[in-house]
């Protein structure tokens, strides 16, 4: 295709900062279109990679159609009429050697209809259907088979992510001029160090870019997951190794802050210590000793805190807390929800106000004077710790002397959200320490890429006495003895839950199903106390039912998923799951993980809206023959990807291009080693790998 040289060549090292605007047929029209989707240089437009491929390497027989397959066939026009039915609509036969098809239009011009007279030779493509009269193509592409130039494509065909107003032909022309600027003069820069392409054998950027844009016709079998394919895989290697690189620059940034060191008597600590009702178990000892060696360092700690459900992490948060009250500064504890912040803000209280410490409350629902009276008390340093959502770190609140900040369940927060939060801190006069909770474990493969720029520590231990829940898969069309066996249940002076759950996250209709379900079971079980809690109850109804439940003076709590997190009641040993097959394997661990607390023998049924899908069946299957949160979360990472995992509207960075933490997980090891090595022998390639493939999507804290 055709660039003009004249205008080109001097600057051709830079094709980051070349305008579309240089190639043929890119005006300001198109040129605002392609910045719309975040494509301004040459150099995006290569990175603009495809979706999928199409195969017009072959020109098919029309006997050898197949139905649902995209293919291309050549043949003649031997009718062409308006037909008049339920849908007036254009239909050409096509036939070649082998026989023949038809071709139907809904849409058509005046013009569009002359085009296709008898007589005509054309070329056609789309897919194939099953049609009255045999094969029928609906809205082929199409073109006179005397305007094809080439023979036939010998590379598949690109499909590109596009937007309103671009065309996909038109995209892919511009793509491919700048395809051909490569080719022509091989002049991408290549910023991976030449040492690291050689040792991993990687393709040159060149090779991979042109192979990803115009992989020979042979190589669409190459397309699928686990085949070996070098181009793909070294673009995905470099996208791997910038996020990565991002991260640990953030890292670096934080790692020259000054922050806090706290030193001291840790009387507090001391006194909780004594006081807790159990020994620290093995997990939770080595995990809280390796916050307090970061916690007396002048550096802010950055550390992720995982383990299964029901390992204590809370406690060791409160440990980690006491530490920095002891020393004299002020903590922050944020929950992605109002809800789980309640949850650990009564926590901390029970903890806490025994000892004198004053646990404070901050929510972007919090109004009038209580709110005011709240946030003079945090100024003041007299509220030495405070429990909220993300509110925390908005707007008003001003803390005396914050000295660490503790995230729960960081996984629904996000690496944007982490970051934002970072820059809010950074603002303050001293650097908070960070510690990160997850709910429940997450994927080494998703540790090492989301979280590259945490350490480390894991709870690799539940408390004594715990028996694993036993797990069954039952279809909702024997929920008659589902609820017999609560009855059972709740004879034996055991208690249960039943949880709604539906795929809406509207709160309103899961409390509604909730409600509903609540009056259908105690209408159906008149024996038996039944109880309901939802996100939408005032905090004091939900706290009254919640100390009714475990003072066992309900026996069957009908619940929304508010019940996912803090909810303690060891006398509770069954647990039904409605449409569990719409949760995530992570969230629905972390529900079962409500039972199995005490020393009875615990049941969790899964109750299913049959028919199952597969992926249903497969995903339900895990959670029968695991309890265990690090192999769920492998398994839900392989089931649903990372953008389910990590909650698809706040995956952040983890959207990528073209790597897939599935798929190329086993390069995650080389990627860590190979950023190490970037950072210290080539630091001056991070930015531009960044802008390459981040973009403006990166914000630093302090650059
Ligand atoms: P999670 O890690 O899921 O957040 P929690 O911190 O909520 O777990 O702890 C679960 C339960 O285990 C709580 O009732 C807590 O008091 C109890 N617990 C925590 N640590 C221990 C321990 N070392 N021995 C016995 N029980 C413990
Ligand atoms: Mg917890």
Same mark, same amino acid.
């Given at each position: 295709?055709?660039?003009?040289?004249?205008?080109?060549?001097?600057?051709?090292?830079?094709?980051?900062?070349?305008?579309?605007?240089?190639?043929?047929?890119?005006?300001?029209?198109?040129?605002?279109?392609?910045?719309?989707?975040?494509?301004? /240089?040459?150099?995006?437009?290569?990175?603009?990679?495809?979706?999928?491929?199409?195969?017009?390497?072959?020109?098919?027989?029309?006997?050898?159609?197949?139905?649902?397959?995209?293919?291309?066939?050549?043949?003649?026009?031997?009718?062409?009429?308006?037909?008049? $039915?339920?849908?007036? =609509?254009?239909?050409?036969?096509?036939?070649? =050697? /082998?026989? =023949?098809?038809?071709?139907?239009f809904f849409h058509f011009s005046a013009a569009q209809k002359e085009s296709l007279a008898v007589g005509t030779q054309l070329r056609v493509y789309g897919e194939v259907k099953h049609g009255r009269g045999g094969f029928e193509i609906f809205h082929p592409e199409y073109k006179p088979l005397a305007q094809v130039n080439a023979e036939t494509s010998d590379t598949l065909t690109p499909i590109y992510p596009t937007t309103e107003g671009l065309l996909q032909p038109r995209l892919r022309s511009i793509i491919a001029q700048a395809v051909d600027l490569v080719v022509s003069k091989e002049s991408i820069e290549d910023y991976l160090p030449?040492?690291?392409?050689?040792?991993?054998?990687?393709? =040159?950027?060149?090779?991979?870019?042109?192979?990803i844009?115009?992989?020979?016709?042979?190589?669409?079998? +190459?397309?699928?997951?686990?085949?070996?394919?070098? $181009?793909r895989d070294r673009l995905a290697f470099e996208e791997l190794l910038t996020h990565r690189l991002s991260l640990r620059r953030l890292r670096e940034d934080s790692d020259v802050q000054a922050a806090p060191q706290f030193v001291g008597e840790n009387q507090l600590l001391r006194g909780f210590v004594a006081n807790l009702p159990f020994e620290l178990t093995g997990g939770q000892r080595r995990a809280f000793a390796e916050i307090s060696d970061d916690l007396a360092r002048p550096t802010p700690m950055l550390r992720l805190l995982q383990g299964d459900v029901g390992s204590g992490k809370t406690v060791v948060a409160a440990l980690s807390a006491l530490r920095a009250i002891d020393a004299g500064y002020q903590v922050a504890l944020m929950a992605p929800t109002e809800i789980l912040a309640e949850q650990h803000a009564i926590n901390f209280r029970a903890w806490f106000s025994p000892l004198g410490v004053e646990v404070g409350w901050h929510s972007g629902k919090q109004k009038g004077k209580p709110r005011a009276e709240q946030l003079a008390r945090v100024a003041s340093g007299e509220c030495q710790i405070l429990v909220g959502t993300h509110a925390l770190f908005? +707007?008003?609140?001003?803390?005396?002397?914050?000295?660490?900040?503790?995230?729960?369940?960081?996984h629904r927060f996000g690496v944007q959200q982490r970051l934002a939060l970072r820059e809010k801190a950074a603002a303050l006069q001293i650097n908070p320490h960070q510690l990160v909770m997850t709910a429940t474990p997450i994927p080494r493969t998703l540790a090492m890429s989301a979280y590259a720029d945490l350490d480390n520590s894991i709870i690799d231990e539940l408390p004594p006495g715990r028996t694993p829940v036993n797990t069954l898969i039952v279809s909702n069309e024997r929920r008659g003895e589902v609820v017999e066996r609560i009855a059972a249940a709740c004879e034996t002076r055991s208690q249960a839950y039943w949880v709604c759950t539906l795929i809406d996250e509207s709160e309103v209709l899961q409390c509604q199903a909730a409600e509903v379900t609540a009056t259908q079971l105690a209408e159906q079980l008149p024996q038996v106390r039944v109880g309901l809690v939802h996100g939408r109850m005032k905090p004091a109804e939900k706290a009254e039912v919640m100390a009714r439940f475990k003072a066992a003076e309900i026996d069957l709590l009908v619940a929304t998923t508010v019940i996912e997190v803090g909810v303690d009641v060891p006398n509770a040993s069954l647990m039904v799951i409605e449409n569990p097959e719409r949760l995530g394997l992570a969230q629905l661990h972390q529900l079962r993980g409500r039972v199995g607390r005490g020393s009875i023998k615990s049941h969790c049924i899964l109750l299913y809206q049959s028919p199952l899908s597969r992926n249903g069946k497969e995903r339900l299957g895990v959670m029968r023959e695991s309890n265990d949160g690090?192999?769920?979360?492998?398994?839900?990472?392989?089931?649903?990807?990372?953008?389910?995992v990590l909650g698809t509207a706040q995956t952040g960075l983890m959207t990528f291009r073209i790597a897939d933490i599935a798929r190329d997980a086993a390069m995650l090891d080389e990627v860590k080693d190979a950023a190490d090595f970037v950072l210290s022998r080539h630091p001056q390639v991070v930015d531009s790998l960044v802008r390459r493939w981040l973009g403006e999507n990166i914000h630093y804290a302090n650059v």
């Open positions: 295709m055709a660039v003009k040289p004249s205008t080109l060549a001097p600057e051709l090292k830079r094709l980051d900062a070349m305008s579309p605007a240089r190639l043929k047929g890119v005006g300001p029209a198109l040129e605002k279109k392609l910045a719309a989707i975040g494509i301004t /240089s040459i150099q995006d437009l290569l990175f603009h990679l495809p979706l999928r491929y199409e195969d017009r390497t072959r020109v098919t027989l029309a006997a050898r159609a197949q139905i649902g397959e995209h293919m291309q066939f050549e043949g003649e026009v031997t009718s062409c009429e308006i037909q008049f $039915g339920k849908r007036r =609509s254009l239909r050409c036969s096509l036939r070649d =050697s /082998s026989g =023949s098809m038809t071709l139907r030449a040492e690291l392409i050689a040792k991993l054998k990687l393709a =040159s950027l060149s090779a991979a870019i042109t192979h844009h115009r992989p020979p016709a042979d190589a669409f079998g +190459g397309w699928d997951r686990d085949a070996p394919n070098p $181009g908005q +707007g008003e609140v001003e803390y005396a002397k914050l000295g660490l900040i503790i995230i729960d369940e960081q690090f192999f769920i979360a492998e398994k839900d990472l392989e089931l649903r990807g990372p953008g389910q």
